[in-house]
């Protein structure tokens, strides 16, 4: 990508181009960094990576923003309300700015590289940006911003995978770990190839080594990460290898991954989830529309009728699975007709649980250079309330049938709404909430269901660990 046209806003910003430098041994100053993210796991898994590259360089991560001389926003651009919020917090961090004088504020992650131009016109008092493949750059960047220069780090970078960075994870049960980045899909409504690159895979010895090192610091669960995270291919090892590879790792007790992409589920990674133990059965599915044409204006590479089949395959090797999916209503094109197939389609294969969205057209995409944004927003809005209330209804049946079952769950901590009571994730990932007696964060324990609500599973410890 092309950042000269923001020269003339940050003068004297390093330009870096292809090179990819060391970490410093010292750096001018120690700062306390505030990191806020935005928006997806994989910002989430980001933002761990960052806090382990500038604790590496000497600086230190704090977790009270008041505490903080550099606040760093790692941001999404995946949908226009995310770009109002941050925009809405750089004005209110820039108040703090202007009355403390030495506060330093970045804008990092996927915003900082689809909207650097609008960003910087909006928010001139920003120190520094950075794209998601220059983040082994900030030591560097704090040092130029504490002399004076602005700093501009956007380069895309199609071999940077920061395999050879250990992130900074908050202690926990559950541990998200990237096995790629990029993706090649080229999803018409998606931005994500055009500010996270194309796809690249980490070497499977490299997470094998992540994975015993996250089991040793007591994490229960490994949540593998990829923007089409069954595509991940090291050059020698498939998906369905890695699965093995991961779960095969001393002490490891549950393996889930997400999110796959219809078109890549091949067997091995079937063989994988239905005859290993450790690889729970629960797969997030995106379908996005149950709609052939809309698929194909989508450019998913799949029909609506290939993906009812993999989704029979899927019930069929493995009949506990737990499936849920991601809808979108409201694309280019999309008719009544269009919409009562996605309708039908979710009625038919009865997911447990669905995100769904009216379509955002967003700048720089596929969608928005070449099709019309033709569905008006109020057909949108009827359209999102119809599968809502429809999903509503099958979660709520779906979980309904799961009383008087035992489910594995994994304690988590106190629920939100009684301390008196743990929550915690079956197998499937459903959201159960039961007494403490007799269980600690990290156990995973027989629970006994008696009733449920479309979210959420309520029970009683009914037995020992499993």
């Not at 799949?302 to 090797?317: C, F, G, N």
Request: net charge negative; charged share 25%; hydrophobic share 35%.
């Amino acid at each position: 990508m092309n950042t000269k046209s923001n020269l003339s806003i940050y003068k004297n910003t390093p330009n870096l181009g292809e090179q990819k430098p060391q970490l410093p041994n010292g750096t001018a100053s120690i700062r306390n960094v505030y990191i806020e993210t935005y928006g997806c796991q994989m910002n989430v898994s980001d933002s761990e990576l960052m806090a382990g590259i500038l604790t590496q360089s000497g600086h230190r991560t704090v977790s009270h923003i008041d505490d903080a001389d550099v606040i760093l926003l790692n941001t999404c651009a995946i949908r226009e309300n995310a770009e109002t919020k941050v925009i809405n917090r750089l004005e209110h961090l820039n108040h703090r700015k202007r009355r403390e004088g030495n506060l330093i504020i970045g804008v990092c992650g996927c915003m900082a590289q689809h909207l650097r131009d609008k960003l910087l016109k909006a928010a001139p008092y920003v120190d520094l940006v950075m794209g998601p493949d220059a983040y082994r750059n900030l030591p560097m960047a704090l040092n130029a911003v504490a002399n004076g220069d602005p700093f501009l780090g956007l380069q895309l970078d199609k071999s940077e995978d920061y395999a050879d960075i250990a992130p900074i994870r908050k202690e926990g049960i559950r541990a998200w770990l990237t096995i790629q980045r990029g993706c090649d899909k080229m999803c018409t409504f998606c931005i994500v190839p055009f500010v996270r690159g194309r796809e690249r895979s980490i070497p499977l010895k490299n997470l094998t080594d992540d994975v015993q090192r996250l089991v040793n610091e007591g994490f229960k669960e490994i949540v593998l990460l990829g923007q089409t995270v069954n595509s991940y291919h090291d050059g020698n090892h498939d998906f369905g290898e890695l699965l093995w590879r991961i779960a095969e790792v001393d002490g490891v007790e549950r393996v889930r991954f997400t999110s796959p992409h219809p078109a890549d589920a091949t067997d091995s990674m079937i063989d994988a989830m239905e005859n290993c133990p450790q690889v729970c059965p629960q797969l997030h599915l995106p379908l996005q529309s149950g709609s052939t044409p809309v698929l194909e204006r989508m450019r998913r590479t799949y029909t609506a009728e290939e993906y009812r089949e993999l989704v029979s395959k899927l019930r069929e090797r493995i009949p506990q699975i737990a499936l849920s999916t991601d809808i979108i209503v409201g694309f280019c094109g999309e008719t009544e007709a269009d919409f009562k197939q996605t309708y039908q389609l979710m009625a038919d294969l009865r997911f447990d649980s669905a995100f769904m969205f009216k379509y955002s057209d967003r700048e720089g995409t596929m969608a928005n250079k070449s099709l019309e944004d033709d569905v008006p927003e109020t057909e949108k809005a009827r359209r999102l309330n119809e599968i809502i209330k429809l999903q509503e209804g099958i979660s709520a049946e779906i979980n309904q049938d799961v009383i008087g079952t035992t489910a594995s769950v994994l304690v988590e901590g106190d629920s939100r709404r009684d301390t008196e009571q743990y929550h915690g994730k079956t197998d499937t990932f459903k959201t159960t909430v039961f007494p403490k007696e007799n269980a600690q964060v990290g156990d995973i324990v027989n629970v006994k269901i008696h009733s449920a609500t479309a979210h959420t599973l309520i029970g009683e410890i009914a037995g020992s660990d499993c």
